[in-house]
């Protein structure tokens, strides 16, 4: 690729306008990808940097499957840069795979997407995730309560009614604990037993039921706490 002739200067040596975080904030789309990558990079030699990346790859869709020793290797890229960079990498394939319809195959999996819509908010949300036969989720979750800081009252019905209508297999409950704590109360454990046997009834299975804190998730069927024990 072509060195820009901006590339020779040091960051701080350029007008404001041309520098890449001024560009970045006046229009991203605009930004080629030498400014892109120095925008994440930082740093008085950025763009230096970011032109050894795209020499050294010679595309972005390469640079973007690079792991971190490999990044490491050109000049200028330490193990905080490359560790920016493969976060920007991640982070677009994240929000690519959230289009999708996620296939939850564990607990985490569960937790993990959840969580961006539940866990920092200061209400507690009772949520309902609809899942297919090939545990795909199916739309996006259903939100049925937003409670006080301390309790979301649910009715069981209310629980099944979207998953009756798009023939769902089974869901998986969920609810945030506003005080970052996600150790289930006894009115969560017998909420969930209530809703393994309603959903035996409808043939439609209560897979879990996640609690979600600040950093931390509890599943209660990991905690074999779904039904009563027998």
Known sequence: ???????DL???MLPLRETPAYRVRADVSACNSMELLAAVIGGPHALRTAERLLSRFGAMSALSRAQLPELTQVYGVG???ATRLLAAFELPRR???DTCDPVIRSPADAADWLRPRLAHTEQEH???LLLNARNRI???PVDL???SVSTAQVRVAEVFRDAIRVNAIGVIVCHNHPSGDPSPSPEDVALTRA???AGQLLGIEVMDHIVLGYQRFVSLKERGLLTEPG
């Open 1 to 7: 690729m072509a060195a820009d002739a901006s590339s």
């Open 10 to 12: 040091a960051v701080h």
């Open 79 to 81: 193990p905080q840069t």
């Open 95 to 97: 929000a690519e795979a």
């Open 126 to 128: 009772f949520a309902v």
């Open 138 to 140: 199916i739309g996006d």
């Open 145 to 147: 309560v937003r409670g």
């Open 195 to 197: 809703l393994v046997q």
